[in-house]
């Protein structure tokens, strides 16, 4: 009984969340004097209008799956690794490197598990980094992991100007080998839905078994909730989070991956490959850092981020991650309000 009505409050402050969004949205928009009615039916056409539509917004939700999971083991064992953007181009970069410079001859049955190893291996060693800065020089996970996100975009812009160049005059890596490439399904004339979704949604499912059944998974439950508790109880919590980080990097890493063989094909001097590291955090949040909600808060978000591309108004597409802002502003809020009111009930 107290999980379905924790699960019914979780339910009805994400709700809230996406109503005080959508009313917040249309005000500004009227008060604009922009249709707001029709801009929000276009968005919404545009994200589910047509199967090409739903197959091209479950492709922008795919890495966002995987950066959200990296932000939410992280959070829920309380270590706040901000560092996903970093970790999923050290993930792309291994990928790259794998199927450009180093087995680019592979066969596919071989060349796919091999790369997303690779870029876990990459993102888990750029987590590495901060674990081991945190373990023996005390360097707080937050500062370390923001800091590493531009390393890691500015030794990407290293990389393809240098080791990882195509013959040419453009600052960009080769094309990766065609087996290298994730498949497709469910094709329609518009485009596909590329395998990396179910890779996401196997990851996901993993990490709720883990973490709902597992002695591991309760651990890191303790050690996020009350790490002083967990210590006494004999738990070693450092070690727990030190692990989960290199996890959290993994996954970030994979989504890197992902994004590469499913959809880019390639690095672009300058700019992210995935560009996804740091709304994992806002989708690990309105997911309420469970795997099942931050799959559907990613498939939400690959919506918001598609259909706004269908706006025919003159509506920049970024106001979708005004909307992304809103819904974690008022979940923070609502969260922190609940916490409040359990804690005075407790009291009582």
Partial sequence: MKFFRRLLTDLTLVAAA?????????????????????????????????????LISLNYACPLILTGLAAGVAFRSGVFNIGAEGQSILGAIFTTALATRFLPALPAPIAIPLAIVAAGIGGAAWAFIAAILDRLRGVPIVLSTILLNFIALKFLGILVEGPL????????????????????FFASAGGALQGGFFIALAIAAVCWVVQSRTTFGFEILVTGLNPVAAQYAGMPVAARQFAIMLWSGAFAGIAGAIQIMGVEGGHFLGTSPTSY???????????????????????????????????????????????????????LVGTAALARRRLRVTQA
């Avoid at 919404?44 to 090409?52: D, E, I």
């Fill in 18 to 54: 996406i109503a005080v969004a959508v009313l917040l949205l249309m005000a500004a928009l009227y008060l604009a004097h922009y249709p707001a009615h029709r801009i929000l039916g276009t968005w919404l056409n545009g994200a589910l209008g047509t199967r090409t539509d739903v």
């Fill in 165 to 184: 160049k195509a013959v040419g005059p453009n600052p960009q890596s080769d094309t990766l080998p065609t087996a290298f490439f994730l498949p497709g």
């Fill in 277 to 331: 590291g740091y709304a994992g955090i806002a989708v690990a949040l309105l997911g309420r850092l469970h795997p099942a909600g931050i799959v559907a808060a990613a498939i939400f978000f690959g919506m918001l981020d598609h259909g706004a591309t269908a706006i025919d108004f003159p509506l920049p597409p970024e106001v979708a991650d005004i909307v992304k802002g809103i819904l974690v502003l008022v979940i």
